[in-house]
């Protein structure tokens, strides 16, 4: 069973420009998670989507946002980029909700750059 | 808010020996989750070990395990016969039930030959 992918895995923006990145989660996972890791503030929750519905955010502006498709495919986007954007952005599925014991299973990460 | 401490940044350890890794957390709450994750320097981290906190029983998986200590909010990770594949960041994390994962800073582990 292939993992969780994520596309692109390198991204170059300047400030003030959107993003837009992708998570396949794996097959028959409905979960889908997204992580910010910087090296100042380590691993912090952005939201979680469970069957097309965010079911939990964490504390990041409204620049930052998510959807899910039918297809349990998941996208994050961020709007008017900060130099500070600049992180790690890590995907997580689960089979279930991931508010429980469910195994977060992670992908290889998008490593998003603002200049 | 829940708070995980690794008060460890880096840790060293020889092949063959015995290292833990120290995790501490603030919760209110009598049930929740903690897990160890892996991040080698490929970055995709893996789930190590997870404990449910209203089982007393420490987890083990393998050479890993766990020393949970509930009242001293405490969840310590033992690796046994360390291997240089266990080189990597580990972190330490908490989940309230029906929240998301809440991660420590890491602790970044070095295995010397």
């Known amino acids: 069973k292939a993992g969780v992918t994520q596309t692109p895995r390198y991204l170059i923006k300047t400030r003030g420009q959107q993003v837009t990145l992708s998570c396949s989660p794996i097959s028959g996972h409905r979960s889908v998670s997204w992580y910010q890791q910087t090296p100042g503030q380590g691993l912090q929750f952005l939201f979680e989507y469970f069957s097309e519905t965010q079911r939990n955010k964490g504390n990041f502006p409204g620049r930052f946002s998510g959807r899910q498709f039918s297809n349990s495919r998941s996208e994050m986007n961020v709007s008017t980029l900060e130099l500070g954007d600049s992180a790690l952005y890590l995907c997580?599925?689960?089979?279930?909700?991931?508010?429980?014991?469910?195994?977060?299973?992670f992908g290889p990460g998008t490593r998003l750059t603002v200049l | 808010a829940q708070t995980v401490t690794q008060s460890q940044p880096e840790m060293s350890v020889q092949e063959a020996e015995t290292v833990t890794l120290s995790c501490t957390y603030d919760t209110s709450e009598s049930d929740y989750y903690l897990f160890w994750y892996k991040q080698p320097p490929s970055r995709q981290m893996i789930l190590v070990i997870r404990q449910e906190a209203y089982k007393q029983q420490n987890a083990t998986e393998n050479r890993f395990s766990v020393n949970f200590q509930k009242a001293a909010k405490s969840f310590s990770l033992k690796i046994s016969d360390s291997q240089l594949g266990d080189a990597a960041m580990y972190f330490c994390?908490?989940?309230?039930?029906?929240?998301?994962?809440?991660f420590g800073k890491g602790t970044s582990l070095l295995v010397t030959p």
């Open positions: 994390a908490y989940r309230r039930v029906g929240y998301a994962l809440n």
């Open positions: 997580a599925s689960s089979t279930g909700l991931a508010g429980g014991l469910n195994e977060q299973f």
